[in-house]
């Protein structure tokens, strides 16, 4: 495990000389605009897969099959005229937009987009490749709190919608933006507590390391993936809450078109509307990206040959990045949207309590083979001893929850008001 | 009218506030009765006693009348505390044209015409109950031909269909299942194309006539009418898999928007709100017109007076239409698809270039119109959204004296305010679309 841990970038280990800061600056680069690419076309490709879903053709005028059609909505927000409601708070107003796209850039800044995660000779996994003679990760920045800054970016994006909705002096943006900074806040819970038990089995919270550690040969023919590592319902956990993290249907309930016209944007045009615009979709791709890695194992897996073998991580990490995006879009052409209230149930008294007894069950299960302070190795009994605890939790909360429903309708029923 | 700016700017009508008054503060009972929707639940001493609550943890919010949600012109205020709705006022008139006025300037002949515009979503249902009232009037209700009998009630069941698919369809975008909105689209489009075969228009027929239809069924009908019977039980299915049973559709319609069965007829309500309350009422079973009284039909029934009730009712209704449109393919038998009374029915164009009388005769008719019998009379049809009467007084002129539409969007509106307290503002989105209003119709 030493060989995965405490390496860091090789790059920046070394002398600092030309090859190096020209490798850094096309890893800024690429990371700067591989989001922004996939975010025009994820843009393009969900008009066009939900239009096919619903039996529409789909943008189909600008560029082939409709490809350019949002570099040609680009240059029409970037070159309208941008308004800016009378009462709205005008410093306020023109922050929240950059608020919410900022974010969605800089989390790509720590997710390995490519690398060779193969076993060496010697049996290590270091996942470098080496370009212009230098070793490097495929990653922008390797953190030490890696992981973390996901979660700091996606915190920092609902105060753009909060903000947004605020600051526009206006009744609709207003509910959205209420409605959004619960929504968000409650999801943040279930979206950190999920992350913890990947965390718990990677042993590391820098995405290289949990890539790395994913890169590790699995039981029989099953991949070390954390999907089946942490034993599924983190994944879940996590898939769900990201999707309610950056208010893809059916939890867009911020922007609900039907009930609050486009919730928190409803006052915003021009350029400040095409960043939130592009702050949004880049979530999807991120998030799809941030997914990807903790769970799938990112840009590991097999070099097939065909392709210089450095190359096999970054096209892995891309076939595992278009799965979600996909799923996103299917989810928008299938499910109705979720209301206020539900939504809130599902988040506290569902995915929060369910990740936090998981946590216990997985923490229990793998200190397992751990040695106490006896000498002895503690087994399996704690786990089975938390499994009854959390099972014995989880029945305790339905009833309380069944109670409390009960209660609300029979008061409903006596009291008018 | 008593016009009169009351605090707020608020315009006051004879009939109360035209607009949510800002503050409940000396608000008299009656008025506060009528806005917090409760007319039935609560005795007018009850309202008194009811306390306003605080003022300032309240806000009031415009939907529509451009929102997304709030079908053509509705404007809905409504008071909200967080997201619940505390009250409710639907207002209506932005889409006034004046038809039932209009009506008394135009001829019998020409009223079909003026009333198809009303519920443009069903709009030979329009037309004929303008005609049924007429012909009541005329005193030929018993003479027309049965094959425009029949006729009309094919392609009624057609217009239900495919009013029906448009409430499916902005029932479906209304809760956010989008595709919805486009099945619902593609199959109401396929409704419309058989019409246009038949009347020649896709929307406003003016096909029914008084006296009979306009034209006879084109060649072919059997086939694509049938052929389309067998298109949609496949795709209905197909509703059933993406809404029916998905769980946050139930979770966002059932227990949602509840009427009971007394408040719904105190209301006026009639159609699919009125019958998901569990009151079997349907005016092709129970008053019977045409001729449903020879049709093997089912009358769908809710039991709980919520969104899904309605719902469902609804999706049912078209799997019973279909039903019937196999038996009226049957029924319509050979001859005469309008009376052959020189009074009401123009001469055949043949006949025009080689008699003067015919010519006369089709000009007359055509410019004056044929004189009705004073009188009054009263004709209602089960239109998709329920009840829909035409009252007509004739002073014995070619024109009517008065005429009225009893348009059932018009009484569903009024049950809004009730429905819709206490719920979130997505329940009031979810109780306006199961409503299904047409303000066509509301405001004529």
Known sequence: ???????????????????????????????????????????????????????????????????????????????????????????????????????????????????????????????????????????????????????????????????????????????????????????????????????????????????????????????????????????????????????????????????????????????????????????????????????????????????????????????????????????????????????????????????LGWILLLAAIRSADTVGTDGQRIGYLPAVYVGAGVLLAAVLLQASITVGRRRRELADLEVFD | MAVDVKGGGIVDTDEGAQELTPTRKGMEAKELLREVGCVLRLSEADAEALEPGPDDETMIINMGPQHPSTHGVLRVMLELDGETVVRTKPIMGYLHTGMEKTGEDLTFLQGPTNVTRMDYASPLFNELVFCLATEKLLGIEDDIPARATWIRMLLCEVNRISSHLLFLATNGMDIGAVTMMLYGWREREEMLRFLERITGLRMNHNFIRVGGIAADLPPGWRDEVLGLMDMLPPRLDEYDVLMTGQPIWRERLQGVGVITAQEAMALGATGPILRSTGVPWDLRRDAPYLHYDQLEFDVICGSYGDCFDRYAIRLNEVRESIRLIHQIVDMIPPGDYRIQDKKVTPPPRARIDESMEALIHHFKIFTEGFKVPEGEAYAAVESPRGELGCYLVSDGSAKPYRMHIRGPSFFHLQCLPHMMRGGLIADGVAVISSVDPILGEVDR
């Open chain 1, 1 to 355: 495990m030493t060989a995965l841990l405490a390496t860091g970038d090789p790059l920046l280990a070394g002398e600092i000389d030309g090859g190096v800061i020209l490798l850094v600056l096309l890893k800024t680069l690429i990371v700067f605009a591989i989001p922004l690419v996939l975010t025009a076309l994820m843009i393009w490709v969900e008009r066009k897969v939900h239009g096919d879903m619903s039996n529409r053709i789909g943008p189909n005028r600008a560029g082939p099959w409709g490809i350019l059609q949002t570099l040609a909505d680009g240059a029409k927000l970037f070159t309208k005229e941008g308004l800016i409601p009378e009462r709205a708070d005008r410093l306020v107003y023109r922050l929240a937009p950059y608020l919410s796209a900022v974010p969605a850039f800089l989390v790509f800044a720590v997710v390995p987009f490519g690398g060779d995660f193969n076993p060496r000779s010697d049996g290590t996994i270091d996942g470098t490749v080496t370009l212009l003679g230098n070793a490097t990760f495929l990653q922008l920045f390797d953190a030490q709190p890696g992981i973390l800054l996901v979660l700091v970016c996606s915190s920092v994006a609902v105060y753009g919608v909060m903000l947004a909705g605020w600051s526009s002096g206006s009744k609709y943006p207003l509910l959205g933006s209420v409605r959004a900074t619960a929504q968000m806040v409650s999801y943040e819970a279930a979206l950190g507590l999920s992350l913890v038990a990947v965390v718990l089995v990677s042993g590391s919270l820098s995405t290289h390391d949990i890539v790395a550690f994913q890169a590790l040969p699995g039981r029989g023919l099953l991949p070390n993936w954390n999907l089946i590592v942490t034993g599924v319902v983190p994944f879940f956990v996590f898939f769900i809450a990201a999707t309610a993290e950056m208010n893809r249907p059916p939890f867009d309930l911020t922007e609900a078109e039907q009930e609050l016209v486009a919730g928190f944007n409803t006052e915003y045009s021009a350029i400040r509307f095409a960043l939130f615009y592009i702050a949004e979709f880049m979530a999807t791709i991120t998030f799809g990206a941030v997914i990807a890695t903790l769970f799938l194992g990112g840009p590991a897996g097999p070099d097939l040959g065909i392709l210089p073998g450095w190359l096999w991580g970054t096209v892995w990490f891309f076939l595992k990045l278009a799965i979600f995006p996909f799923i996103w879009i299917w989810f928008r052409a299938t499910l109705p949207r979720f209301r206020y209230d539900q939504l809130m149930d599902l988040g506290w008294k569902l995915m929060i309590p369910l990740s």
